[in-house]
Every structure is written in C-alpha cells, then in structure tokens.
C-alpha cells in the first residue's frame, strides 16, 4: 500500500552471513551448498514480481507432518527457517544488523501494509513456510505491524488477483483510490471503501480491493474514525452555534487539505473529504 525503498543487499550474501555463524560444521556446509539456490530463488522471485505472476513460483508446502522434507534436496524446510529464527531475526546475531536495518525503513514507523500501526517486526511477503528458499532474501521482507502479520500468517497468492500491494514493487500512493462515506447511525460513524481510477488496469484495481479486504482495513479506519469524530464533537458543535454550518465545512475542508497534503489516500483524508461534503453531518449530524 505504501511504498518503501526496494533493499539493495544480495539474497545469497545475506544467506552466507547469515549462515557463517553455525557451529554444527555438517549443516553450515550443507547450507553453503545451497546458496546458489537461494541466489537463484531471489532472482526468480524479482522476474516475477514486476509481472505480478509470484503466484507461480513452485511452493514447499511446510507442515507438521513433512517439516523435514529437503529444499532441492540438501537441506530441510525447517533447516532453512532456522536460518531467520536463529541467524536472522536473533538479537545479537549478524543477520540481526540487516533485520533492524529493514525494520527501520518505514517514515514514522508506519507500517506499510496498513499504513496506520506501528512496525515491530518482519512479514515474508511470500511465507517462509511455503517458499523457504526465501526466508532471509531482503526483497521478500516487509517490515510491518504484528496485527498485519498475523492476519497475513502463511497466507499466499493462489493467482494474480490474490498477491497484496508489495511495498517494494507496487506504488498507488499518488493517485486517489480510498474513500469515505458518512453513515447516518446513532452516533454518527464513517466506513470506508476502494474506488480506483478508471484509467488502472483491471488487475490492480482486483489487488488495490484484496489488499484492503484481506487487512480488514474498513474495520481499522472505521474504528478509528469513530474516536476521531469523539475528539471533534466539541469544536464542531461550538462552530455550529456560534457561527454556523458554513463554518463547520470550512473547518473541515482545512482538516481534509491537510491530511491530504500529508497522504492522498490515509484515512484521515478519506474521512475528512466526506465529512466536508455532507449537510446532514454540516448541520449538526455529528452532535452525540
Ligand atoms: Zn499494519
């Protein structure tokens, strides 16, 4: 949903970093020996993404049952997960370096995906259950919330439609594709919903909708606009008896112009656009 500079450290240097730090010499040889398939799933991974077609990489499919399956039969899908839990994401490690170095990218800490938590750790864009060639490669991590991803878990794309906005790859930011609606409920609340420009082709406008449905983000923005309205019902009231329903628009249109100075496509813009536009709500729609 937001775009984040793409890493620029190499997948299988990462890897043999990561990796040098692994005493059990058979298993740190076996690893070395499969780097070049991790350079090969980064590269794979890059041809594909521009396309949107990530959605055919082949899968290992991590289970219970077959955790120790061989990645391209050297080393097991939970081998290779070790290597983010233990020389990646482990405090102190060297991998951890470039872990913290990801998950500082953000401007403001925001996450990404949501673009309203706070980032506090890593998202494998394509899971790590499912692709563990790719669990430490830099351009499959996405520093995000834990609501985020936890809600993703190990999710992933079945076909085009299905792959989430990809912070590194996708760019939506500046042309005004989320919007607010006011509902006249007791009190008064705002919902949200995906309107994408009608020049976007049919695929991005699919994924703009999945991303936001699959993140839940109406029940977010609305659940925040609902305490934003609690904050306002004090300034507007004032404006409306005392000067009246000219006043509270004006008010209004300053707040929209702001946030959207700010982000075409937050949720504040989106709701104080609506806002600034409603008479029902102008007029005192808004009073508790
Ligand atoms: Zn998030």
Redo the contacts with the bound molecule.
């Keep these: 949903m937001w775009v984040l500079p793409k890493p620029t450290d190499d997948a299988k240097t990462v890897f043999l970093d990561c990796i040098s730090i692994i005493q059990d010499k058979a298993l740190k040889k076996r690893l070395e020996h499969s780097a070049h398939d991790v350079a090969d799933a980064a590269v794979r991974y890059e041809a594909k993404v521009a396309s949107n077609k990530l959605y055919t990489l082949p899968r290992n499919k991590s289970t219970k049952a077959n955790k120790d399956i061989r990645v391209l039969g050297l080393v097991t899908i939970s081998e290779m997960k070790a290597v983010y839990t233990n020389c990646f994401a482990l405090r102190g490690t060297k991998g951890r370096v470039l872990y913290d170095k990801i998950l500082a990218q953000p401007k403001n800490s925001?996450?990404?995906?949501?673009?309203?938590?706070q980032?506090s750790t890593i998202d494998h864009y394509l899971s790590k259950a499912y692709y563990p060639l790719l669990c430490v490669a830099p351009v499959n991590l996405i520093p995000?919330?834990?609501?985020?991803?936890f809600?993703l878990g190990s999710k992933y794309p079945k076909q085009a439609e299905d792959e989430l906005l990809h912070p590194y790859f996708d760019n939506v930011e500046n042309e005004l594709w989320l919007k607010a609606k006011v509902e006249r409920t007791t009190p008064v609340s705002v919902s949200f919903y995906v309107s994408c420009p009608n020049h976007w082709d049919g695929l991005l406008k699919d994924r703009v909708k999945h991303h936001f449905d699959c993140?839940a983000l109406n029940s977010?923005y609305s659940a925040e606009a609902a305490n934003e309205l609690t904050n306002l019902n004090y300034l507007l009231s004032n404006l409306l008896s005392t000067v009246g329903r000219s006043a509270v628009m004006d008010i209004l249109k300053e707040m929209r112009n702001s946030r959207r100075s700010a982000h075409v496509n937050s949720w504040q813009t989106a709701m104080y656009t609506a806002l600034a536009k409603d008479v029902w709500f102008c007029e005192g729609g808004f009073v508790v």
């Design positions: 925001k996450c990404p995906y949501c673009f309203h938590r980032v995000c919330c834990k609501d985020c991803n809600t993140l977010l």
